[in-house]
């Protein structure tokens, strides 16, 4: 059985940085009940604790951050690029071992976006661009899916 990695805020845990979840969408709660699901919230993993300081990246380019070229800073300026880039490691590592080729991660995150990222301006100003896991999967040829592709992730499941 092909395994998806999940971010685990999606799966009803409540690691989000406000100490919240983000809910629990039907399909993943299936694909859990299937034993398919690898859950991993990064940021978490990385060696954050929760709840934390909202954080992002200017820019909002999680691949400038994986070059040294961006940093993930928290509203009061702390540098937190060093837990995010162990937490986008862990998911490499935990897509390795499993053989992962899809993930669902939280949309608009700094660390799962996969599509939107906020542009560090703490402004709730989104740009197009992806997470430093995200960023880092797409690199290891992850297909990467949010929360609100989620017909799109079961399709690309079946064709696997
Ligand atoms: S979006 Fe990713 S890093 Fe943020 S709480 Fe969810 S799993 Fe953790």
Redesign the pocket.
């Known amino acids: 059985m092909h395994k998806v990695l999940v971010?685990?805020?999606?799966l009803g845990q409540p690691?989000?940085?406000d100490g919240r979840a983000?809910g629990h969408p039907d399909l993943l709660q299936q694909w859990q009940a299937e034993g398919r699901i690898v859950p991993?919230?990064?940021?978490?993993a990385g060696g954050l604790p929760t709840p934390r300081p909202p954080a992002e990246i200017p820019g909002g380019q999680g691949a400038a951050v994986l070059e040294g070229n961006a940093q993930v800073l928290t509203i009061t300026g702390e540098d937190v690029s060093a837990q995010f880039l162990a937490?986008a490691q862990l998911a490499l590592a935990l897509v390795r071992r499993h053989g992962i080729r899809i993930a669902v991660?939280?949309s608009g995150?700094p660390?799962?976006g996969n599509v939107l990222t906020y542009d560090g301006t703490f402004s709730g100003t989104k740009v197009a661009g992806e997470?430093v896991?995200t960023a880092l999967l797409r690199r290891e040829g992850v297909q990467v899916f949010s929360e609100l592709e989620l017909e799109a992730a079961e399709l690309a499941l079946k064709q696997l």
């Open positions: 971010s685990a805020c999606l690691v989000r940085y983000s991993l919230c990064p940021e978490v937490g991660l939280k995150s660390s799962c997470g896991t």
